[in-house]
């Protein structure tokens, strides 16, 4: 049984490293006149949130060779046959050869990019955030169709006999999130449990 359906928005930002050295962007840290929350290795100074580009062009990166990385999955060489087309087209648009690169963890993605060994991914909506704080990636698309944005729901599901049948009856129980980064697992219901009666920071008592 599922005791709620609450709609989510998008299921995967693909995003690209903001093209920045991180020696070039080290040394601008002491003129960097807004950072927000991104890294020491980036500045915004435009106020868009992401990572600006190197003030000097010589200090910009041009790599021969494009490297992509989707979300982990349990699979990864099913989804490098998924994404073949997309990496075909790539490679036609800007003349560079594209290669895919299997990750095994949303951290190692994130790392792979702000070490300059990832140029152009497929983020959770979880570790976006992260992604664009920690490694410089400017999330510039999200998974939909002609119809719109494509979005996923949240489910909590309890066994068929259990007395539970909506979020409210939970209330006094304790209720397990799954990765602090996760989206779906523990960003979304810290947003949309409490207006069902809910303080996910909390155990409390009817």
Known sequence: MTIGLPRLVSVVLAAVIGA???GAAAAQDDICKNRGQLDTLYCDEDRDLVADPPKDPRNWRDPSTLVFAYTPVE???VYQNIFKPFTDYLATCTGKRVVYYPVQSNSAEVEAMRSGRLHIAGFSTGPT??????AGA???ATKGTQKGVQGYHLLAIVRKESPFTKLADLNGKRVAHTSPSSNSGNLAPRVLFPPE???PTRITSR
């Open 129 to 134: 955030g992260f992604a664009v704080n920690l």
């Open 75 to 77: 699979d990864p060489a």
């Open 138 to 140: 400017v999330p510039f």
């Open 20 to 22: 920045l050295a991180a």
């Open 197 to 199: 009666g809910l303080n």
